[in-house]
């Protein structure tokens, strides 16, 4: 016997994962290896595992179907759980549960983020004593990604399915990149819900990567293939320090995107005309460096990193090109997740306003609009990094206060010239207050009533006006938005705030 | 049977394709009044307007139906 025994030969079944028609059924789908999955994901390709070993000695469980590794990803080390679905499917048995438990706990000792590269069918069912109910069983997996959450990037990318449990994983990172076609996530497979439930649902509507980043919002980037969601991955990583005691890399700093027209020319004359924000966000920005979260998602409201002179800001503008811009349940929910991911690791943020205000009617009441609102106001309130307030339109209502308006205590609330800053519209504030007067007047004098108020409403709320009394701090001319955020983005930078001392608040959920 | 629906609630203020008409993914098709904001709303997919179910003027609700549609 050889002094190694066997090593070489032990490491190469292990490293060859499931049987080979386990690998040619995800090869027909688009789906890599994990082991290569792994080195398109680490820098050089490179990485140390942990419990490689794990149910060796058991034949068809090499790994016992999940990698659990640390290694480099654009030069900071991170951790990494990847399961490998050549391997009952990806399925979770003891060995597998306890691996991904003690990738966690070196990423909390380490304080380094984490990515959970899922593609599991969920429990190993002849396994469920040993992995499901108890101290060390799943559900210390959630709890320490709770635990975890805020302290270290925890990062999921969806290459298959997470079913049932398993699907809490990616609900509980900050970020989840879905594969079109191979990615779901569900409780119940249809299967099971033609069973218990008697629907008829195909897979793909009822937990599919498109449903997920456009309907339910559980999925925040939909990506074509895996190489795109690795990629992705490694991008976003770049715009997050290491953990939450850190402050992002700052990087080379560049001009923003030549454009054909002036941002000023960018906004319409009209108040009530649409306009692309995404121009808007690019004449601002350092070129290319913008990355949308849930840009399928509640797409009245936009949410992304970007740099602003090489530094990682976050960005929450109004689209007025989708539904007016109108604030709804899903955009206060998705504006809420976002602000607390980015607060969280002292990421800056930027509010550009231009809001009609919050939808009313009785479908958003019933959808609990008020609630949703509330989480937003609440998010954005507790947010203490830098954070500057843009007027770059209209701002009306529990709008500009969702806004970071000026009672919010950004650190800046800066109105374009264009601005404009009112519990409501002209045209609804004169209906408002003069309804009865306009009924009362004969027909031929409402039209000219009607527009003298509506004229001295819009002196009432001028922006030069609001200046004067200190509502806003300053008032910038959309051409020079860019250089008055360089500075004063850096000059906030020590800024050092506890919101509120307590244990922390009942949220509005 | 293909359908464009409305996304948000308001009055329909302007209708821009006929019957008859093909449409495109991306192309508006009706701009709403609501929110005093105009809002375009625009066909997710491709077909010929077979059916329009709503006039100027008319509110509609978000997810109602505004155009059904036939292949080209």
């Known amino acids: 016997m050889k002094l190694d025994r066997n090593w070489e030969e032990r490491i190469k079944k292990i490293e060859s994962g499931g049987a080979p028609k386990y690998h040619e059924a995800n090869e027909a789908k688009g789906k890599l290896f994990v082991r290569k999955r792994l080195a398109l994901l680490f820098d050089k390709g490179e990485w140390r595992e942990d419990g490689k070993f794990a149910n ?335 007027v770059v339109r209209k701002a009306y209502g529990a709008g500009l206060y969702a806004m970071a308006g000026p009672a919010f205590e950004p650190d800046c609330c800066i109105a374009l010239p264009s601005a404009q800053i009112a519990v409501m519209g002209p045209e609804a504030a004169v209906n408002a207050v003069y309804a009865n007067k306009i009924q009362s007047l004969p027909e031929e004098e409402r039209s000219a009533f009607i527009q003298e108020k509506r004229k001295e409403y819009q002196e009432n709320i001028d922006i030069y006006r609001l200046a004067s009394e200190l509502i806003v701090d300053n008032i910038v001319p959309a051409d020079e938005l860019r250089d008055e955020l360089v500075d004063r983005f850096e000059m906030y930078e020590s800024k050092d705030q506890i919101f509120s001392t307590r244990k922390h608040p009942v949220y509005p959920v | 049977m293909k359908e464009i629906k409305t996304t948000m609630a308001g009055n329909v203020w302007k209708i821009q394709v006929a019957q008859g008409e093909e449409v495109t993914p991306g192309q508006e098709v009706v701009i709403l009044e609501s929110m005093k904001m105009e809002i375009p709303i625009s066909s997710e997919v491709e077909g010929v307007v077979e059916e329009i179910l709503i006039e100027e003027g008319t509110f509609v609700n978000e997810e109602d139906v505004l155009f059904k549609l036939k292949d080209k």
């Open chain 1, 56 to 390: 060796g000695e058991t034949e068809g469980l090499p790994a016992d179907g999940v990698v659990t590794a640390i290694g480099k990803v654009e030069g900071k080390t991170v951790c990494v759980m990847a399961n490998d679905s050549t391997v009952k499917a990806g399925s979770w048995g003891a060995k597998t549960v306890e691996k991904i438990i003690r990738i966690q706990e070196t990423a909390e000792k380490l304080k380094v983020p984490l990515f959970y590269l899922v593609d599991s069918a969920g429990a190993r069912i002849t396994d469920q004593i040993e992995m499901f109910p108890g101290r060390r069983g799943a559900g210390r997996i959630f709890y320490n990604q709770v635990k975890l959450s805020g302290m270290i990037p925890q990062i999921c990318l969806l290459f298959g399915p997470s079913a049932a449990g398993g699907a809490y994983i990616p609900a509980f990172c900050d970020v989840v990149m879905m594969v079109d076609g191979n990615a779901s996530m569900y409780l119940g497979s249809p299967r099971m819900a033609e069973m218990v439930i008697g629907e008829k649902v195909s897979l793909e509507e009822m937990g599919g990567a498109k449903m997920h980043c456009s309907i339910s919002g559980c999925g925040d980037i939909l990506v074509k293939s895996e190489e795109e969601a690795i990629r992705e991955a490694q991008k976003y990583i770049s715009y997050f320090p290491s953990n939450f005691k850190e402050k992002t890399e700052v990087k080379e700093p560049a001009a923003p995107k030549q454009m054909d027209k002036a941002l000023a020319d960018l906004i319409p004359e009209n108040q009530n005309a649409p306009f692309d924000m995404y121009e808007f966000i690019n004449g601002i920005i350092d070129e290319d460096s913008f990355f949308e979260i849930k840009a399928l998602f509640a797409k009245e409201l936009i949410t992304g990193f970007a740099r602003i002179n090489g530094k990682a800001v976050g960005i929450v503008a109004n689209q007025p090109k989708q539904k007016g811009g109108v604030l709804f349940h899903d955009s206060a929910d998705k504006a809420a997740r976002f602000i607390t991911l980015c607060d969280a690791y002292h990421i800056p943020l930027l509010f550009l306003a231009d809001v009609p205000g919050f939808m009313i009617g009785t479908r958003v009441e019933k959808a609990g609009i008020i609630r949703h609102g509330a989480k937003m106001i609440s998010a954005m309130s507790e947010a203490a990094v830098p954070k500057i307030s843009v």
